[in-house]
């Protein structure tokens, strides 16, 4: 019995693992080559411009990590809020009308998809990575936050790491770092323009019918 219920639970846990993985893959293969162009020039130039300018104010590695642990901070609550408005949208999503969700589920994708794809399986994808990859950023985000805490609670900031390659890592780190975070809001700024037209669409649709 005990061996029966524990072939039952690492089934389903592997079943969850490769939801995750399909949701990534199919969430690569739903933005187009312009979109990703655009997030990742944005989002560079973005974070490569903050850096610099906060390594020009930043005379020593410990004022450089207190700049990350507030830019982290902040984010956090942002991130936080956003998670929680892709969590409420698939809320919305699965409780409409079943007629709705079976005519998105039956109507195919006409940009040169797989033909399996399907407008209710894009639209899913789209709300369920931006809300893993939000619940991702919240827990890089509060293990950062506790490396920090560690390092503040110290008597003094160990002269050791008043380096230049440190100083070169943490701007390092800091770009790509603040490139993730802003990342998690470009997908949920276009996630708002995409529940804006469901919830046009469902209106329509209901008028119709």
Not at 94 to 119: E, H, P, Q, V, Y
Not at 152 to 181: C, D, H, M, Q, R
Not at 185 to 202: H, K
């Amino acid at each position: 019995m005990k061996q029966r219920r524990f072939k039952r639970v690492k089934e389903e846990s592997d079943n969850i693992n490769r939801d995750i993985f399909e949701i990534i893959k199919k969430y690569k293969k739903y933005t187009t080559k312009k979109e990703w162009i655009f997030y990742l020039l944005t989002i560079s130039i973005t974070s490569l411009i903050m850096f610099l300018l906060i390594s020009t104010l930043c005379d020593t590695n410990k004022n450089l990590l207190n700049s990350i642990n507030e830019i982290t901070t902040v984010s956090l609550t942002i991130v936080a809020i956003i998670t929680g408005f892709n969590t409420t949208s698939l809320s919305v999503i699965a409780s409409s009308n079943n007629k709705i969700l079976r005519f998105l589920k039956s109507k195919k994708l006409s940009s040169g998809k797989s033909a399996n794809d399907t407008i209710l399986q894009q639209i899913l994808v789209f709300f369920s990575f931006s809300m893993i990859y939000g619940l991702f950023i919240l827990f890089i985000g509060i293990l950062i936050i506790l490396l920090f805490k560690y390092l503040y609670n110290l008597e003094s900031f160990p002269a050791y790491l008043e380096v230049l390659w440190l100083k070169i890592f943490l701007l390092i780190f800091g770009i790509l770092w603040l490139a993730a975070i802003l990342f998690a809001l470009v997908t949920s700024i276009r996630n708002a323009s995409l529940l804006y037209r469901y919830v046009l669409f469902v209106a329509d649709y209901e008028e119709d019918n």
